[in-house]
């Protein structure tokens, strides 16, 4: 950790030495407070003689950070030089001018002599600093680095400085120190197309300080980002940058060629690597790509070939490199596309696509394998290479959108899903056994963004197809059989949904076996179909021997594991064992929240039962704030009318309530029902418990004639498409029945009620 240092003063409010030759401080300077306290601190720490190296990629901001500490720090010296020092042979001329204007030039010795003579000057005098800026490399500087009581700053491209100097890697801005920047330079420009601007441009100071110049020149932000996607390479040549050297297409320009002149290798690496994504890019898939890479030349069996072709990118500060990956910058990159020669654009292509087959993440539905998959699922959907035209990617692009499904992120899914359907088909027709997986897939997405009426259409399109072209029997045909009993579920036709998850139970273990994961999925839908039915003891039966095996085949800590550990909890709760089930779900919760994260959907659906768990037990208050919580987190991550927000909102509603507070239970369960019956419908599940919600709130402040109104139309609705002996409907006509008695109407309510007690508690969420 630093040691605490005052706040730096302000520029402009030091007197300059009498010996100082820096340009004029740039009035543009926004940010970087971080890093010039850093370097000061550095510069403070006591050694006899402080080398500070600033490292980073070209347009980062090495040079304007060391410009800023010499103004702002003026007055700390009596001498302050600045050396252009690109030309390390030209070093010996500068430090000839300072000699000169210390008096202890000799015009006929030559700039060597006067140099060495300036150097042994240094090393007895105090309160100066040297600045070396833009330094390619350190061995040519070591005989003319200073020594002494003062304080030297280099900037470079090359990391390389541990050796002779306290190296600083000097990153992007923060997106707060952009959008600082950008309000400064472009007044008036709104919070979102801040935002946006920063982040297409990756945050890299040249990149704004350019994208500002051509915006005061009298063209629109949103303008600005169309030329930045449509033309990139020839936008990020446009922009005063007097405070900078050179445009950032040049500068990129100029390191490649570099590159390029040094290592032929390299530079067809860095060519390859613009056409993936901007994240960073692992060498293991570089290594096993190598032998199929047709740009790069070399021996594809050198061993040393990963670190003696990356090396010169990290020198020129291309790519940041570590011992596991490389990352480019997002703009480094396409600067790189635009200049890329044409005729070779075909075989960049072919061996961008090489390293991403290249690449294997494991098993989409495995946690521990998600980090690798989110990487690659990155660079798959870059979309610098078309990925839909290579058949050779098609299996990895199944698995990458089962991954987003499966990682929680059912939006992105579904885009990629419909954009590979739809290439997909156009290749090789409808019924083609990858496009059917991509429908499978999409109507899987559909139905998690919360869309159930939108999914039913593609899922059974699937499934008619597999059946047509692979037998009832075939295991991709009982994947849409299983898809499609999960959606009658959800679209609560669950006489339906039961009878085709039994169907597909029966095949199932038939063809895959009594314990093959998808068997064991399979499964757990028939336990949640038999549970919403009521029929609770043979669904814990089924759950029960259903999690048994998922843990042997499994394991503890995968998510069907949690889902059906959970849903045996509520099953537990719902024949009687509240306590049991609220200690398991705790236990289960815990140990979700540490592997999948608090936003997870399965983590959001767990904790939401065991909000349920505390609302039964009376601890309502507890309840509230998880439903609460639960609640603002499914709209964030799954929107407004996602149904399993609806469901929690509806749930908070009833906590209101039971906290005597049926205002604000009100206002949220009628705005739960206008959404429920706009997505659902009115005689869905869901729709007519929130109908019997707003009738309870309505109870609470005896108004029992319109709750009255509103159960008895819910118990037709209910008696209509579940039955009269469903657990829903027998809730549904004791509350009437209560009703009823409140309001006088005792014969009527005995008549209506036959005596039997509701075998589950109010409104306890399936999945």
């Known amino acids: 950790m630093l040691p605490q240092s005052p706040q730096p003063p302000l520029p402009g409010t030091t007197e300059r030495p009498a010996l100082w030759n820096v340009r004029r401080e740039n009035r543009d300077f926004s940010g970087r407070e971080a890093e010039i306290v850093q370097l000061r601190a550095a510069l403070l720490s006591g050694r006899h003689s402080a080398v500070y190296a600033l490292h980073g990629m070209g347009g980062i901001g090495k040079t304007q950070i060391a410009l800023e500490y010499a103004h702002r720090f003026a007055g700390q010296y009596d001498l302050v030089w600045w050396i252009d020092a690109e030309q390390t042979d030209q070093i010996p001329v500068h430090y000839t001018e300072l000699a000169d204007r210390l008096g202890i030039a000799v015009r006929e010795a030559g700039a060597e002599h006067n140099a060495r003579t300036l150097l042994a000057e240094l090393r007895t005098r105090r309160g100066w600093l040297i600045i070396l800026d833009n330094i390619e490399d350190p061995d040519q500087i070591e005989p003319w680095l200073p020594e002494g009581p003062g304080h030297v700053v280099i900037t470079s491209r090359n990391p390389n400085w541990r050796r002779l100097a306290q190296p600083a890697s000097l990153d992007v801005f923060t997106r707060a120190d952009s959008l600082a920047y950008l309000r400064t330079r472009v007044p008036g420009i709104a919070e979102e197309q801040a935002e946006t601007l920063a982040k297409e441009l990756g945050d890299l100071p040249l990149a704004l300080a ?16 169309r030329l930045l996607n449509d033309s990139t390479g020839r936008i990020l040549r446009e922009g005063e940058v007097p405070d900078y050297s050179a445009s950032l297409a040049a500068a990129v320009g100029i390191a490649a060629a570099r590159v390029s002149d040094e290592r032929r290798a390299s530079a067809a690496l860095l060519q390859v690597a613009a056409f993936l994504g901007p994240e960073p890019i692992p060498t293991e898939w570089l290594e096993v790509a190598r032998p199929r890479l047709t740009t790069i030349p070399g021996d594809a069996g050198d061993l040393m070939w990963t670190r003696n072709t990356l090396e010169p990118l990290r020198r020129y500060g291309l790519a940041r490199i570590d011992a596991e990956a490389l990352q480019i910058h997002r703009l480094t990159q396409a600067v790189l596309r635009d200049q890329a020669d044409p005729a070779q654009t075909g075989a960049l292509h072919d061996d961008a696509a090489a390293v991403l087959a290249a690449a294997a993440p494991g098993d989409p539905q495995t946690p521990a394998n998600w980090p690798t998959w989110a990487t690659l699922t990155a660079h798959l959907t870059a979309e610098h290479i078309d990925v839909t035209a290579r058949v050779g990617l098609r299996a990895t692009l199944l698995d990458a ?26 290749q090789s027709g409808p019924d083609d056994a990858d496009v059917l997986t991509c429908t499978q897939y999409l109507g899987h997405a559909t139905s998690d963004v919360g869309d159930i009426r939108g999914a039913r259409p593609i899922i059974e399109d699937a499934y008619a197809r597999r059946r047509r072209t692979l037998g009832d ?3 991709d045909t ?20 039961l009878s085709m998850c039994e ?10 076996g ?3 994961p998808d ?16 029929h609770y003891r043979q669904a814990h039966a089924a759950a029960e021997d259903t999690l048994a095996r998922q843990r042997r085949v499994l394991g503890d800590d995968h998510p069907d594991t949690f889902r059906s550990a959970s849903h045996l909890a509520d099953l537990i709760s719902d024949l009687g064992d509240k306590a049991e089930a609220r200690r398991r779900n705790e236990d289960i919760l815990a140990r979700c929240r540490r592997l999948l994260g608090d936003d997870h959907p399965v983590t959001l659906e767990i904790a939401h039962s065991y909000a349920g768990d505390l609302y039964v037990l009376g601890e309502y208050e507890d309840a509230r704030r998880r439903y609460e919580d639960n609640l603002a987190r499914r709209r964030r991550v799954l929107g407004d009318d996602h149904p399993n927000a609806l469901t929690a909102a509806h749930d908070l509603a009833r906590s209101l309530l039971a906290l005597g507070r049926p205002k604000e239970a009100h206002e949220l369960e009628e705005d739960t029902l206008a959404r429920r019956r706009r997505l659902l419908g009115d005689d869905h599940l869901d729709t007519l418990r929130s109908v019997r919600g707003v009738a309870s709130i309505l109870r609470s402040q005896r108004a029992y004639p319109a709750a009255a109104k509103l159960l008895e139309d819910t118990r037709t609705r209910q008696i209509r498409t579940l039955g009269p002996d469903h657990p829903e409907t027998r809730i549904t006509t004791n509350t009437l029945a209560e009703t009823y008695r409140a309001m006088g109407l005792k014969n009527k309510a005995n008549q209506l009620q036959s005596g039997k007690k509701p075998k589950r508690r109010f409104g306890r969420k399936r999945r």
Do not use: C
């Open 210 to 225: 350019q994208a500002a110049g051509v915006i005061e020149n009298g063209m629109t932000v949103d303008r600005y980002r």
């Open 401 to 426: 959108v089962h991954f987003l499904i499966r990682s929680g992120r059912p939006r992105p899914a579904a885009d990629l899903a419909a954009e590979l359907r739809t290439a997909w088909t156009s």
């Open 473 to 475: 029997d075939h295991p």
């Open 478 to 497: 009982l994947q849409s059989a299983n898809d499609l009993g999960a959606i009658l579920s959800g679209l609560s036709e669950d006489v339906q949904a």
């Open 503 to 512: 169907d597909t139970l029966a095949r199932r273990r038939g063809v895959l």
């Open 514 to 516: 009594d314990d093959h």
């Open 519 to 534: 068997t064991l999925q399979s499964a757990a839908n028939l336990a949640i179909s038999l549970a919403k039915l009521g």
